[in-house]
């Protein structure tokens, strides 16, 4: 059964802004009348009529303008931007394509694939001499020689790929005639180190297209290269443009956003039961006959978990209840091989799969039409997710997008609703830009040195062009340009930190050919653990696991993996060979990274439904079905208004808990309880066990708590907050463990050249040392500032803890004294079981306490 079943018009209005939305009677007037009849009669024969957004976006590139693209899912953003080039390009000759003459920016090496093939019908019926071609890392050697001698006149590649062209000495002639380049799912990229990335790959193109397009730029609005970005799901749509073509273009670009509306069905799974007290996961597997149901009346589902372990379990538990649906279900995660997810993409496609368990790895663009329906395992965490997800179904013009919420505990239908809810008021949350990451500068400047040399001053201007890099200062350029050709003040002395070298003619060269062939080997931001390769013994691969998640097996232990029960027998250079096991016992395979932490517009519409809450109001479905849980934490506790935030103050056998709850997402939450603790142990020594979860945090002392109003006062208080929360934190381990991704991707550590990979261990140890030289004779080395920054906004969302400080300080402080752990509560002391049982021994200590607490619930109404 479903609830809370209503159906969004999701669609994106006009915004009043000085970038300017064109509709289609302004896109006409700007074109000769047939300009682009042969664009829109294919549109039509492919049964399609092009929507204003299209024709807005035909008009401004016959400007010669850039701009970004916003529309839903499935509303044809990719022809928005293609079909200008296709329609105004050059025509070529039949034995020789033009040369390039359109780039397009993909961020998936999958979706590169998909995307050319889409590209490629379009330019087949427009320009049947123009060359279609992709180049990714899975592009074959055969291929990137031939492109190597002519890119062909669409280039679909990843910014990684893009990186590595711009790192050839000719590179300026192959991109010579470039006419537009579009870069796809750009909110995907634009909040990452990649966005910088490409955010610096532009700009360079853009200064060659100065150079050597003179015809190009006489047919462009103030002679610039005409840069499109795609998107379904932004809210900061001023930024996202800016960081796309440059703070200093963005004024005579355009921003077209999609008119049409975009009908989502958004529904929430209900649980038979609702539990009083629930904590993460508690629901677990219960909601699988539902599941099932769905399953069985739909073509074909998707089915979203928010991490790959949960999607092992899942596919597993649909086989173990339906064995009849082997061959036509699958899964899909970014940890199986290449080959596998490329067999699941072409089952979803020619509709052969009835369901198939995934992660993010199917969020972005792959066109799967036949996709009747997606179900989100748990939370989503955000609208924009949400949103992003439901639009894999539906993936055209018109057609009903539908997804489902299916929740692993109770106040998870609370978050269903609050996303909802914001999305009917088409509301999502912003992406942030990188602001000048060092360690990408860096790589920048050597690839920069790679493909041809730079002069310093003349790169410094460029790079400045870009958003991440408008404001640098001039003491960190210099310190950046100091460092990959000096190597610092501490590595001046070892040849291999000394990458560039300024000749007499002021042009800055890499000529050392063995540092060349390293750097293009490790070009890009992607840094993900140390990973071994899964191979069966008849030498089929199934994919990777962490290093770390090996080195915790014993040969004989069975763990699940691929949607197989496999058993361990060895490992050896990097690679774990495993045999297939009957079925038995085993562990999921667990890979690292946080959990995702609720958004601040979830949270902030969550605060919102438990607010109404204590005042009577069960609006929404959802809300309603978990009445009974939030009645009894008002009754036993509090509930917060809008303007409040409650604190709970426990004792029970164990020790004393302190509990409050900010509604702010888990890793928020994390900050608030290292600052708390520390300047509660700051004032009188005592240790504590810290719990958190997206609701709030808690703190256990063995001894009392004594907190006064004026106590939170200074809780609250402003003054040095990330100081407090770095003396809080082991920072010197977290910081030199966000220095190994640091280091990789400045160039100081090496990954090992193709088939010898270095150890998790090994790279650890190199950029230990590095951090530990740095630290010792070098302390002013900005890239440790860089390390500490990274730990606050990626572990600690120190901006958002920042932001909750505020709110809190100007909201009141409810304090009680429960005589017994309150709903609330409840789920962040299983989390503190968590860590110091079995999965077994928390189940049945977490059933004797549910039990105990219902009893007293049941003796209270009765009473």
Known sequence: MRVGVVILRIGVGRHKRPFAVMNAPQAHALLAPD???????????????????????????????????????????TYAALLGPLALGAAGKTDQPPPLTVLWITPLRALAQDTGLALSRAAAALRPHWRVDVRTGDTSSASRAK?????????????????????????????????????DEWHELMSTKRGAQVEL????????????????QAASVGGRLPVWGLSATLANL???????????????????????????????????????????????????????????????????????????????????ARPHWAGQIALHHGSLERDVRDFVEEGLRTGKLRAVVCTSSLDLGVDFTPVDQVLQIGSPKGVARLLQRAGRSGHQPGALSKVTVVPTQALELVEAA?????????????????IAPLDVLVQHLVTCALGGGFRPDELLAEVRTTHAYAQLDDNDWQWALDFVVHGGASLNAYPEYRRVVIGEDGIARMPDVQMARRHRMQIGTIVSEASIVVQLRDGRRLGHVEESFIARLAPG??????????????????????RVAPQKAAVVTRWLGTKMPLSTLLSERTRKLVAAAKHGRFESPEVALVRPLLELQARWSALPDER???????????????????????????????????????????????????????????????????????????????????????????????????????????????????SNRQLQASSGLLWDVFNEYDPGNLLLRQATREVLERQLEASRLTAALA???????????????????????????????????????????VADLEAAAQREAWT
């Open 807 to 849: 709110r809190m300080r100007r909201c009141r402080a409810i304090v009680t004294r429960p005589r017994r752990p309150t709903p609330f509560a409840f789920a962040l002391i299983v989390e503190l079981f968590r860590e110091k049982l079995t999965t077994e021994a928390l189940e049945t200590r977490v059933a004797r306490m």
């Open 238 to 320: 001023d930024e996202a443009l800016a960081c796309l073509v440059g703070p200093g273009n963005a004024g005579e670009a355009r921003i077209v956003e999609g008119l049409a509306d975009k009908p989502i069905e958004i529904a929430t799974a209900r649980p038979a039961t609702i539990h009083r007290f629930p904590w993460g996961g508690h629901i677990g597997l219960a909601l699988l006959p539902q599941v099932i149901d769905a399953i069985d009346n739909a073509r074909s589902t998707l089915i979203f978990t928010n991490v790959r372990s949960a999607t092992e379990i899942w596919y597993q538990a649909l086989l173990d």
């Open 644 to 758: 409040e935030w409650l604190c709970e103050r426990i004792a029970l056998h164990d020790g004393h808990y302190t509990f409050f709850y900010p509604f702010e997402g888990r890793l928020a939450h994390l900050g608030l309880a290292t600052l708390f603790s520390y300047r509660l142990s700051r004032e009188t020594p005592r240790s504590f066990s810290l719990m958190v979860n997206d609701y709030g945090f808690g703190l256990m002392s063995k001894t009392p708590l004594e907190l006064s109003l004026g106590d939170i006062g200074r809780l609250l208080a402003a003054p040095n907050v990330e100081a407090d929360i770095l003396a809080g934190l082991n920072a010197a381990e977290l910081g030199r463990r966000q220095f190994r991704e640091i280091a990789r991707v400045a160039g100081l550590v090496f990954q090992g050249y193709p088939g010898q990979p270095q």
């Open 201 to 216: 790959a532009l700009a360079r193109l853009r200064s060659c297209w100065h150079r050597c397009s003179e015809a190009a």
């Open 35 to 77: 300009s682009f009849a042969p664009a829109r009669d294919w549109l039509q024969s492919q049964g399609y009529t092009p929507f204003p957004f299209q024709e807005a976006v035909w008009a401004a590139y016959a400007e010669g303008r850039s701009g970004l693209v916003h529309a839903p899912t499935g509303m044809g953003k």
């Open 147 to 183: 492109q190597s001698q002519r890119l062909p006149t669409i280039l679909v590649t990843t910014p990684e790929s893009l990186t590595l062209l711009v790192a050839r000495d000719d590179w300026r002639e192959h991109f010579a005639h470039l006419a537009a380049v579009v870069v």
């Open 557 to 578: 232990d069975c763990f699940v993996f691929a949607g197989r029960v496999l058993e361990f027998v060895r490992v050896r250079e990097m690679t774990a060979w495993v």
């Open 418 to 434: 609050a996303a909802r809810e914001a999305a009917d008021e088409r509301r999502i949350e912003p992406r942030r830009p990188l």
